[in-house]
Structures are given as C-alpha cells and as structure tokens.
C-alpha cells in the first residue's frame, strides 16, 4: 500500500489530502498535518476516490473528430495556428484558462502567450470569480494580495460572511468557524445574504438584503465609523471616501438595501464595537456589475476601523477555486502581465529579459467576455480552452456557443471526453487530472501546497505544462519551453517572482526558486511571501509601516438587471452542496446526486402563490435570451421577488437545465467580471402530461421534443424524463427490437414498464402525471441482482418495496441517509438533537455540512409538535 499526500482539487479551502491505493483501489482522508484542514474533508473531498475511474475521460489526442497520434495532434495545432497568426496577427489568437490547472501549467500557458505567441489574450474563469476582488485589493492596498489567514476567522470577534454560502462552497473553513464559535460563545456571526442559507445556521444574524445592493449597506457602514470620530484618516482619498459617505444614514441604507433599520443599526453597532472584525466575501459580491466597488466599500470599513492588519481583522476575499490564487500570482489574467506585474514600461523591460524574448505583448488583452464577443464577430480566429467550460460557464451562453461554432480554430485541453465546450473544438488534447498531475496550488489564504501524483498517467493524457510546452516547440519557441519536469516550470515561475524585486512586489517566492526535485517534491505547504531576500515584507501585519494604503471613494450603484412588467423578478444563481461547477467530475458520483439531483428553483411563498407555481412542480423561467425549466422548491428561505437556481446543470445533464443561457453579458466596468447573480426573469409554471424515471443498461435514443434530467448511477443510464405525447410505443418498440419479455403495469395516467432478456432486467420505467415516488435503491439492486421470486417481480414494478419503505431524499450524503428515516427518528424515536441523531442513524458525524439540514428537519419536528 503506498499513502500519497497531496491537495483537495476542489474548493480555494485547499484540503490536505492522504491518497491511498491499495490492489488498485483509492481510497482518500483527511491530512490531519496540513493547516488548512487539520484531517478534516468535506463531502466532496471525502468523495474524490470516486471521481478516479476513466469511464468518462478523454484517453488520447483527437483532430477534426478522429482518434490521432500526439505527434498528428501537434503538428496540426501549430500549423493551424501559425497560419493564423501568419495572416491575422497574434491578436487573432487567445487562450481561456483556468483556476483549476495548477501553478506549472498556468505559468506555462501565460508565457507562450503573452512571451512568446505576443498577444495579451490570456485570460480565466477566474474573470467570472475572482477579478473584482483582484481590482479591489490592487486599489486599495497596491498589490493583488489577501491579508487575512484562518486563523484570523477563528480568532475574531465578529465574523461577517457577505455574499458567501460558506456552508457549502467552502465547508471545512465553515466547519473550522463552527469550532471556533463554540469554543468563543462571545464571537458574533453576521450573514449577508438575499437568502437564507445553510451559513445562516449559526449566525446571530442574517440580513436578508435586497439583491446587489451590499455597496449601500457597507458605504453606509463607513459613515456610522466616521460619526464615532475616532476613526482612521491617514490613507490616501480617505477624506474623499468619508465625503462620499456622508449621506448614507441609517434610514437610507436600510431603504436602499430593503431591511429594517434597526437591523442595519445593529449590525453597525456590533462592528464598531467588535475589537476584531472580519469580513469573508465571494460571489454575492464579486459577481454584480459593480463588484470591485462592493469590494473596495467592505475594504474601506476595515481601513477606517483599524481592523485591519491586525489579528483576528481584515477583508478576506475567498477563492473559488483550488488554484484561483495561483493563476493570479503567475499572472494569468489579460490584465496583469506576469508575477504581479503590469504592462508598465519598466515591467516590460525586465519581463523580457527574464524570458529572453522579442515578442511580449505591449498591451492587456480580452477580458473573458468581450473576448468571446471577439470571437463571435471574427476578430479572434483560434481559441485554446484548458481546464474550463466556457459554453456552460459564460453569461449568454446561447452566444458564446454560437461564437464557438463559428470559430475556425477551437483547441481544448480536457479530462473529461464530453463537454459542452468540447463538442466545438477541433483538436482535443487529453490532460492529466487529479491524482495523476504533479504541481503546486494557492489556497485563499496564499498557502502554496503541492498536488502530488498517486496514479499513473492514464491512456495517452499528459500534463497541462507539456501540453503547452510541445505546442510551443512546434511554433518554434522550442529554446523557452525546454522543461523536462514540472519543478523546473515552479523554479522558473519562483525565480521571475523575486527578479529585480527587492521588495516592490508583494508576491516573492524566490526562496524557493532554488529547491532541489528531491526538495520540491516533499515542500510542505507554506504561505507567501518566501524571499530569498530573507526579509520579505510582512502581508499581514506590516501595511502600516508602508504607508501605500487607499480607500476608495465609493458611490454605490444598482445591478444593471432591471425587473420590468413582462420579467418582474430576480434570478440568483450559485452552488449547491455536492456538486462541482458544470458537474464534469462530481455529475457521474451517485453518492453526490442523493441530495440535489435535478436542477431546482427556490421561490418565495407569495410568489408561488402569484405566479402559480407549485411545490414539487416544474416551471419555466426565462430571460429576453433563453429559457430553463426548473423543479420548484416554494420555501420562506428566500426573498419576495428573487429566484435562486443552481450555476451547475448544462446540455450535458439536462435539456433547458443551464442559468446562464438566461444571463446578460453585462460586467463591472473595472474588473470585467460579469453580473452572474443577477437576471430579471419571469417564471410559469409547466405541467407536462407526464413525468417519469427511466433506467436502461444500454442507451436509448428518446424522442427529442422530451426533457430529460440525467442522474447518476452505477454502470446504467437513468434519466428523469417529463413530456406532453406519450412515449409509451417508442420504448416497446426498443423492447421488441431486443426480444425482451415485458411487463406492464397502467392505470389511469400511471404506466410502469420493464423488460427483461432471458430474466436479466434490461430496462425500467415509471411513469405518471407527476413524478412517481419510487424507490431506486429497489430498482438498483434488481439491476445489479434479478429479483427471484414473482412478488419480488411485481413490487419492481410498482418501484416500491412495500416491505422496505424508502429512506427519502438524501440529507446526509456521507452515510445516505435519507429524510424519512431522520423524520421518524426526531417524531418516533424522540431524537431532539443533532448530537442523538448522530448516535442513531450516524449523520452528521462525517464532514457536518449536512447539520444546517438535520437543524431545520428537528426545527420542523418542533414547530409539528407545537401546532398538535
Ligand atoms: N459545493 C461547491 N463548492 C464550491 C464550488 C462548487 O461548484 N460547488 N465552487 C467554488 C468556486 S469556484 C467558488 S467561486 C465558490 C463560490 O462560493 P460562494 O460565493 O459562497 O457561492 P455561491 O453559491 O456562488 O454564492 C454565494 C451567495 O451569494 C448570494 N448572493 C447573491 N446575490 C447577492 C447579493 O446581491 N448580495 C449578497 N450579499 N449575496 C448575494 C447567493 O444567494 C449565495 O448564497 O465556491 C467554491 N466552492
Ligand atoms: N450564472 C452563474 N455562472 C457562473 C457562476 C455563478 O455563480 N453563476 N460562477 C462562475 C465561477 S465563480 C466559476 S469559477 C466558473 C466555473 O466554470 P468552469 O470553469 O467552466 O467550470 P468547470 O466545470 O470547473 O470546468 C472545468 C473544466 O476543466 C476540466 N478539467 C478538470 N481538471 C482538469 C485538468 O487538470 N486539466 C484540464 N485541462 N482540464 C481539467 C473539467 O472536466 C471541466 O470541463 O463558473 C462561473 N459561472
Ligand atoms: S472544503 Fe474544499 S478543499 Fe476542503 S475537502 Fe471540501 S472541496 Fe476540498
Ligand atoms: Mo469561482
């Protein structure tokens, strides 16, 4: 057996990880050593053993469609592109990268384009995530730097989430906030946010804000400091930003932000008095047309406070992504040029002659958006996408596409063999993934951390940075790109980091520009800066003394999506729990399907009731540019005249199942990062004839006026189907192609069906006007296992076991443990904490991110018993 210790691929939380394989199987736990994590694993780290196998990767390099050699698949990639950059110029060329390659491959991709291809056209996903958050610290503090660390949440005395469902997008941190509360009763908790979510569950409280107005309710923050008269003033603009502040009372923020003045007073009493405060914000402020500015009001507060640079104090950005942070630090968005430093005349000079080139790019290139939108109208002619999902991920996705299709030149680097985004391209370049690629990672708190291999490379997939490298060496940059080993790409990228640096630049890790591959390869996890200079500034503590810190002046705006009689509500979008952005890795893992598995939209009672959409029911919603059809969720967890619907599902998962062909291509005019939390839409409800759960081991072909719901089962294809028409002549007609015995059951609108070949169940399918409650651990197992007996035969066929009655919806995902039998333990079994519910049925006890849910369940059972 051998035991691995490398990082979480997932979340910026940036988990140490123990990988073990064992007679060829993985199994994975927490690394108790790794400070971010301390053992701890959520439920999607505790999963990644499962996101191991090969069944959906892409194995070997195709072109135009056909299976190729690594050789053939090159040598087109840098004639085509050479012809490109031949007739058109090196602007006609981009590459879209991502926050999940790690620091090797992003170093590599940034310099072959910006160095040596000549183009500024290298930009991220993290422009949708990160890129306000990126503007507000270089505005306000001079670098791209986050000055804050965990420890600082656990030591604080008010911790504010905005714009964060940390319960679910960054579980351990939450859980490590959880654990510091309960050991602190002192420590205050504030969420900010339109909904109430999993976060709220320990918060003193929640303010359920009006959407995209947080700027109102922090610039008016900043004015309640001013009034104490004790507030900071030595920073550049300061009297500015306090001017511009000075009509946001109390009454007008509480009107702006849609809450009760007394708890906007509240919440500004808590932060004044709070000796220490800090503020974790995400995409409910990044992801708003005037991002930065949200940021740069948050950053303002704590400047003015003096809760800043301090234990315990500051605003923490978090990251998104496992290496969100990394690909900031090589530079890898198109506005900064390399190693936090910017098109400036004297950074040019010294960029090239690190890299020894006469081709670097003189000016920024296209921000995510508007590159797409270059593409879309010819300008940029051959786009190389590593490690993204663009067609799912992009606002206005019907466009970008389009822009897609359109494309002479689509080249992508993946792991998985079907995507949205790959069906366009024409050369497809098969990568290493998790557990096989070698490198480092950046956390959100800058803890550099390596990604180690524990299996090997698998078909003909190799490491992002080859990849990058051989496609260099083909367009003739061969002298540049030379590397044999990925810690000779981190030596590089750790050396230009401390070059002619002598203490300009915040991020410096020349110190480890010199570790050994013996060194490298066992670097425990270690925060920057690491100078050679061996007196690096300190990121934490030592602003003061540098004397370069500004505050914004901010005048808040409103989100650019305008409600309007014919799109009279808001549509918000984000994560849910166990699912991994366009569900590429975590899409096919059953166990992270048991508690969301269909795209569902979350609305206020009354709007239900206005709007006639049921609980349960299906609805469309739509924009001016697209549609999607949703399960409703009717809950008083979110605000009248918002909608919450999750960013994950795409045409690979469903039909009609993706958010953003709804949302507008509008950004913040500073960072580029789009406004993906905001669309006015309406909604309608859908009453299909029927609904149904189809299983089948091979795939069938449906009809393609269905919409389906794809979930994830072991080794078979189970659709959740729902229709106007019946089906019921085209799945006999499959039956009958394969000879199969069937047996039918109908009555009314209810139509069961299986089919059997020689007693072996080939497919399955239940169906009725609305979705049939039918138990698919029964039909799993009749799968796997021919049921025996006639009776057996029949319980399938009504799908449920009348002797085993089914567990209900999965809440806790790590022991599948489902509502029902948490419902009978809390009414039945007098279960009334979490704690004996643990002891009985085991949930909770794993990684806790399902302990909000079996709160509001005992909540439920509480306000039950009070009502009888
Ligand atoms: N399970 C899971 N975890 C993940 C990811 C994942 O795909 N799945 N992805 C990772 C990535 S890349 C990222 S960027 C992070 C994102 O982490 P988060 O930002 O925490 O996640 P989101 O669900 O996108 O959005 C957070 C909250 O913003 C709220 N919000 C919307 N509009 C507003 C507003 O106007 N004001 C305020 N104050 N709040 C608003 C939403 O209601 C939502 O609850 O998660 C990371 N972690
Ligand atoms: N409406 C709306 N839209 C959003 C958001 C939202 O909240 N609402 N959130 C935005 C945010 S914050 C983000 S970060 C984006 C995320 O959106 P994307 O980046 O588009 O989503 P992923 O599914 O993570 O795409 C990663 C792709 O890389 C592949 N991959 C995985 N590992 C590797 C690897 O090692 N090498 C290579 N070459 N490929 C690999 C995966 O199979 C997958 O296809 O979505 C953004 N879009
Ligand atoms: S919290 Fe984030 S980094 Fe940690 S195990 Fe979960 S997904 Fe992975
Ligand atoms: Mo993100």
Same mark, same amino acid.
């Given at each position: 057996?051998?035991?691995?210790?490398?990082?979480?691929?997932?979340?910026?939380?940036?988990?140490?990880?123990?990988?073990?394989?064992?007679?060829?199987?993985?199994?994975?736990?927490?690394?108790?050593?790794?400070?971010?994590n301390?053992?701890?694993l959520?439920?999607?780290?505790?999963?990644l053993?499962?996101?191991?196998?090969?069944e959906?990767?892409?194995?070997?390099?195709?072109?135009d469609?056909?299976?190729?050699?690594?050789t053939?698949?090159?040598?087109?990639?840098?004639?085509?592109?050479?012809?490109?950059?031949?007739?058109?110029?090196?602007q006609a060329?981009?590459?879209?990268?991502?926050?999940?390659?790690?620091?090797?491959?992003?170093?590599?991709?940034?310099?072959?384009?910006?160095?040596?291809?000549?183009?500024?056209?290298?930009?991220?996903?993290?422009?949708?995530?990160?890129?306000?958050?990126?503007?507000?610290?270089?505005?306000?503090?001079?670098?791209?730097?986050?000055?804050?660390?965990?420890?600082?949440?656990?030591?604080?005395?008010?911790?504010?989430?905005?714009?964060?469902?940390?319960a679910?997008?960054?579980?351990?941190?939450?859980?490590?906030?959880?654990?510091?509360?309960?050991?602190?009763?002192?420590?205050?908790v504030?969420?900010?946010?339109?909904?109430?979510?999993?976060?709220?569950?320990?918060?003193?409280?929640?303010?359920?804000?009006?959407?995209?107005?947080?700027?109102?309710?922090?610039?008016?923050?900043?004015?309640?400091?001013?009034?104490?008269?004790e507030?900071?003033?030595?920073?550049?603009?300061?009297?500015?930003?306090?001017?511009?502040?000075?009509?946001?009372?109390?009454?007008?923020v509480?009107?702006?932000?849609?809450?009760q003045?007394?708890?906007?007073?509240?919440?500004?009493?808590?932060?004044?008095?709070?000796?220490?405060?800090?503020t974790?914000?995400t995409?409910?402020?990044?992801?708003?047309?005037?991002?930065s500015?949200?940021?740069?009001?948050?950053?303002?507060?704590?400047?003015?406070?003096g809760?800043?640079?301090r234990?315990?104090?500051?605003?923490?950005?978090?990251?998104?992504?496992?290496?969100?942070?990394?690909?900031?630090?090589?530079?890898?968005?198109?506005?900064?040029?390399?190693?936090?430093m910017?098109?400036?005349?004297?950074?040019?000079?010294?960029?090239?002659?690190?890299?020894?080139?006469?081709?670097?790019?003189?000016?920024?290139?296209?921000m995510?958006?508007?590159?797409f939108?270059?593409?879309?109208?010819?300008?940029v002619?051959?786009?190389?996408?590593?490690?993204?999902?663009?067609?799912?991920?992009?606002?206005?996705?019907?466009?970008?596409?389009?822009a897609?299709?359109?494309?002479?030149?689509?080249?992508?680097?993946?792991?998985?063999?079907?995507?949205?985004?790959?069906?366009?391209?024409?050369?497809?370049?098969p990568?290493?993934?998790?557990?096989?690629?070698?490198?480092t990672?950046?956390?959100?708190?800058r803890?550099?951390?390596?990604?180690?291999?524990?299996?090997?490379?698998?078909?003909?997939?190799?490491?992002?940075?080859?990849i990058?490298?051989?496609?260099?060496?083909?367009?003739?940059?061969?002298?540049?790109?030379a590397? =044999?080993?990925?810690? !000779?790409?981190?030596?590089?990228? &750790? %050396?230009?980091? /401390?070059? @002619? #640096?002598? $203490?300009?630049?915040?991020?410096?890790?020349?110190?480890?520009?010199?570790?050994?591959?013996?060194?490298?390869?066992?670097?425990?996890?270690?925060r920057?800066?690491?100078?050679?200079?061996?007196?690096?500034?300190?990121?934490?503590?030592?602003?003061?003394?540098?004397?370069?810190?500004r505050?914004?002046?901010?005048?808040?705006?409103?989100?650019?999506?305008?409600?309007?009689?014919?799109?009279?509500?808001?549509?918000?979008?984000?994560?849910?729990?166990?699912?991994?952005?366009?569900?590429?890795?975590?899409?096919?893992?059953?166990?992270?399907?048991?508690?969301?598995? =269909?795209?569902?939209? !979350?609305?206020?009672?009354?709007? &239900? %009731?206005?709007? /006639?959409? @049921? #609980?349960? $029911?299906?609805?469309?919603?739509?924009?001016?540019?697209?549609?999607?059809?949703?399960?409703?969720?009717?809950?008083?967890?979110?605000r009248?005249?918002?909608?919450?619907?999750?960013?994950?599902?795409?045409?690979?998962?469903?039909?009609q199942?993706?958010?953003?062909?709804?949302?507008?291509?509008?950004?913040?005019?500073?960072?580029?990062?789009?406004?993906?939390?905001?669309?006015?839409?309406?909604?309608?409800?859908?009453?299909?004839?029927?609904?149904?759960?189809?299983?089948?081991?091979?795939?069938?072909?449906?009809?393609?006026?269905?919409?389906?719901?794809r979930?994830?089962?072991?080794?078979?294809?189970?659709?959740t189907? &729902?229709?106007?028409?019946?089906?019921?002549?085209?799945?006999?007609?499959?039956?009958?192609?394969?000879?199969?015995?069937?047996?039918?059951?109908?009555?009314?609108?209810?139509?069961?069906?299986?089919?059997?070949?020689?007693?072996?169940?080939?497919?399955?399918?239940w169906?009725?006007?609305?979705?049939?409650?039918i138990?698919?651990?029964?039909?799993?197992?009749?799968?796997?296992?021919?049921?025996?007996?006639l009776?057996?035969?029949h319980?399938?066929?009504?799908?449920?076991?009348?002797?085993?009655?089914?567990?209900?919806?999965i809440?806790?995902?790590c022991?599948?443990?489902?509502?029902?039998?948490i419902?009978?333990?809390?009414?039945?079994?007098?279960?009334?904490?979490?704690?004996?519910?643990?002891?009985?049925?085991?949930?909770?006890?794993?990684?806790?991110?399902?302990?909000?849910e079996?709160?509001a369940?005992?909540?439920?059972?509480?306000?039950?018993?009070m009502?009888?």
């Amino acid at each position: 057996m051998s035991e691995t210790k490398t990082t979480c691929p997932y979340c910026g939380v940036g988990c140490g990880v123990l990988a073990r394989v064992e007679d060829g199987v993985v199994s994975v736990q927490g690394d108790e050593q790794h400070p971010a994590n301390f053992g701890r694993l959520c439920v999607k780290g505790a999963s990644l053993a499962q996101t191991t196998g090969l069944e959906e990767r892409l194995l070997s390099p195709q072109l135009d469609g056909e299976q190729v050699s690594w050789t053939q698949a090159l040598t087109a990639a840098g004639e085509r592109l050479q012809t490109i950059i031949a007739e058109h110029g090196p602007q006609a060329v981009a590459i879209y990268a991502s926050g999940q390659l790690l620091t090797e491959d992003y170093y590599a991709a940034n310099k072959l384009m910006k160095g040596f291809i000549g183009a500024g056209n290298i930009d991220t996903n993290s422009r949708l995530c990160m890129s306000s958050a990126v503007t507000g610290y270089k505005r306000a503090l001079g670098a791209d730097v986050v000055p804050c660390c965990y420890e600082d949440v656990e030591s604080s005395d008010l911790v504010v989430l905005v714009g964060s469902n940390a319960a679910w997008a960054h579980p351990v941190l939450y859980q490590r906030l959880v654990q510091a509360k309960q050991n602190n009763p002192q420590m205050k908790v504030v969420v900010i946010d339109p909904r109430q979510t999993a976060t709220c569950d320990i918060a003193d409280a929640h303010l359920a804000i009006a959407p995209g107005t947080d700027a109102g309710l922090f610039v008016g923050l900043l004015h309640a400091i001013h009034q104490t008269g004790e507030a900071v003033v030595d920073y550049a603009d300061a009297s500015a930003a306090f001017a511009m502040a000075a009509d946001w009372s109390v009454a007008k923020v509480a009107d702006f932000c849609g809450l009760q003045q007394a708890d906007v007073q509240s919440f500004y009493d808590d932060f004044i008095a709070a000796p220490r405060a800090i503020t974790l914000y995400t995409m409910g402020i990044n992801q708003s047309s005037s991002g930065s500015d949200k940021c740069n009001a948050i950053i303002n507060v704590h400047l003015a406070s003096g809760k800043f640079a301090r234990t315990g104090c500051g605003p923490f950005s978090l990251t998104g992504q496992p290496n969100a942070m990394g690909g900031r630090e090589v530079g890898g968005l198109a506005t900064m040029l390399a190693a936090h430093m910017n098109f400036e005349p004297a950074d040019l000079a010294r960029v090239t002659r690190f890299w020894g080139t006469e081709r670097l790019a003189q000016t920024p290139g296209l921000m995510a958006v508007d590159l797409f939108a270059a593409i879309g109208r010819g300008e940029v002619k051959a786009v190389w996408i590593m490690g993204t999902n663009p067609a799912v991920s992009l606002p206005d996705s019907h466009a970008v596409s389009q822009a897609l299709a359109a494309c002479p030149l689509v080249i992508i680097s993946e792991v998985a063999a079907d995507t949205e985004t790959s069906r366009y391209a024409h050369i497809r370049f098969p990568a290493l993934s998790w557990g096989e690629k070698n490198g480092t990672v950046t956390n959100s708190e800058r803890r550099i951390s390596r990604q180690r291999p524990f299996l090997p490379p698998p078909g003909e997939a190799r490491a992002d940075w080859w990849i990058i490298a051989q496609v260099a060496k083909e367009l003739g940059f061969a002298h540049a790109f030379a590397w =044999q080993h990925p810690h !000779e790409v981190f030596s590089e990228h &750790a %050396a230009l980091s /401390g070059f @002619e #640096n002598e $203490g300009q630049r915040a991020f410096d890790i020349s110190g480890l520009a010199d570790l050994s591959r013996e060194q490298w390869d066992v670097l425990e996890p270690i925060r920057w800066p690491v100078s050679r200079r061996g007196s690096a500034l300190d990121l934490q503590r030592g602003w003061r003394a540098e004397g370069q810190l500004r505050m914004v002046p901010i005048t808040p705006e409103v989100m650019q999506a305008r409600r309007q009689p014919l799109y009279p509500l808001v549509l918000n979008s984000g994560r849910i729990r166990d699912q991994w952005h366009t569900m590429t890795r975590t899409g096919s893992v059953p166990r992270l399907m048991q508690h969301i598995d =269909q795209p569902m939209v !979350e609305i206020a009672p009354q709007d &239900a %009731a206005h709007f /006639g959409v @049921e #609980n349960g $029911g299906l609805a469309r919603i739509s924009s001016p540019r697209g549609v999607m059809v949703a399960r409703v969720v009717v809950t008083g967890s979110q605000r009248p005249g918002s909608l919450f619907t999750p960013m994950h599902w795409n045409d690979c998962f469903a039909r009609q199942g993706k958010i953003n062909s709804l949302v507008a291509p509008v950004v913040d005019p500073h960072s580029g990062q789009p406004e993906s939390k905001q669309t006015a839409v309406r909604i309608a409800p859908w009453q299909p004839q029927w609904q149904g759960e189809f299983f089948s081991r091979a795939p069938v072909e449906l009809p393609r006026h269905l919409h389906w719901w794809r979930k994830a089962a072991p080794g078979l294809h189970h659709l959740t189907l &729902a229709g106007d028409g019946t089906i019921q002549a085209e799945l006999l007609a499959v039956c009958q192609r394969g000879s199969w015995q069937i047996q039918v059951a109908s009555l009314g609108e209810t139509w069961h069906l299986l089919a059997w070949d020689n007693g072996r169940l080939m497919l399955g399918f239940w169906s009725a006007r609305s979705l049939p409650d039918i138990d698919s651990g029964l039909i799993l197992r009749a799968f796997a296992q021919s049921p025996q007996t006639l009776a057996d035969r029949h319980a399938l066929l009504g799908g449920q076991d009348l002797t085993r009655p089914s567990v209900g919806k999965i809440v806790c995902s790590c022991y599948s443990v489902g509502e029902k039998i948490i419902t009978e333990a809390i009414e039945k079994q007098g279960c009334s904490t979490t704690d004996e519910l643990g002891r009985m049925l085991k949930c909770g006890t794993n990684c806790g991110s399902c302990l909000p849910e079996l709160k509001a369940l005992l909540g439920c059972a509480e306000r039950k018993a009070m009502i009888l």
